[in-house]
């Protein structure tokens, strides 16, 4: 009876461990196939290292200004008898816009006229007198002084006349009036803005430290949001002689063609000052940067160094970089890679060092340093 059971637990220990070696070998399959597992080549667009030209710029912020802009105002007291423009209207260089009052300075220059022409006879009646020494050369003076004060006195009243016909002072374009017909206007009350619009003035302060790469004369690219899809060009036509104390900003000018008046004075702009220098740069697409807080990186392609291989496989190495500016769908690298590589230029996010990969460039976005806003 003994001997029958020690043959049962021994069976049983056999079976327990013949199940177990087999589920040993079993996980350890599981476990070396864990470490090693099969990762099908991921499919990726490329681009190579570039060196490129990029010409030197200056971004700062402007204000869109008239050649010429005034705000027309009443000099003299008076009603307004005649408006003739009309809001927003385009004039000539001495229209007149509004004429005041005058009855009262043409009665008074009737009256000067009159004593004018008395003070003439009787200067004429004592030069033909003094002749005769019925006259003296004392009274001779009074009457000679007395015919141009009355000259000038019948001149002061034409002034007069003249400034109560209020004209433009140069071409351009009115904006809505702000007086009415019959309305007593006093001196300085404003009656219309006058603006000429074209060309048009972009003022723009930059940094000091730029003052000897700036002339005039040099090309500057402006864009504002009225205008989202078009950048207007200019050049500088002036420079502020003095350096802004507080701010160490000099003032730039520049002089923008504005043909059907898309911009107005007083407009926010964004000016590039286009900088005579140009520099030379490694350049790779925007795309290719996989950006972290603790470093930017990029994956570069590189062929199996294996001799068995007839088609050397492709992977990717992960290489931090050194960014510097941005241009257009690219950007330069300063530091950690060199002319000629080849950089994955789309999917980054989904590789990992040492994968491999398929190019595949098809189909793949074109990089321009300047792309439209149509391809962006």
Sequence with gaps: MKKKIFITLLGLVVVVLILGGIKGLQISKLITAGEQPYIAPEVVTSAPVENMVWESSLSAVGTFESVEGVT???????????????????????????????????????????????????????RSLLASKAVSRSELDTFEAQQKEAVARADNIRTVIAKKKIRAPFSGKVGIRQVDLGQDLRAGDAIVTLQTLDPIYVNVSVPQQYYNQLSNGMKVLISTDALPDETLTGTITSMNPVVDNVSRNIQLQATVENNNEKVLPGMFATVKLVLPNEKKVNAIPATSVLYAPYGDSVFSIEKSDSETDESPQLTVKQKFVRLGESRGDYVAVLDGLKIGEEVVSSGVFKLRNGQAVIIKNEGAPEFKLQPEPEDS
């Design 72 to 126: 027309i105002s009443a000099e003299l007291l008076g009603k307004v008898n005649k408006i003739l423009f009309k809001s927003g209207s385009s004039v000539e260089e001495g229209t007149t816009l509004i004429e005041q009052d005058t009855s009262t300075e043409e009665a008074q220059l009737r009256e000067a006229l009159a004593s004018v022409e008395l003070a003439r006879l009787n200067l004429k009646r004592s």
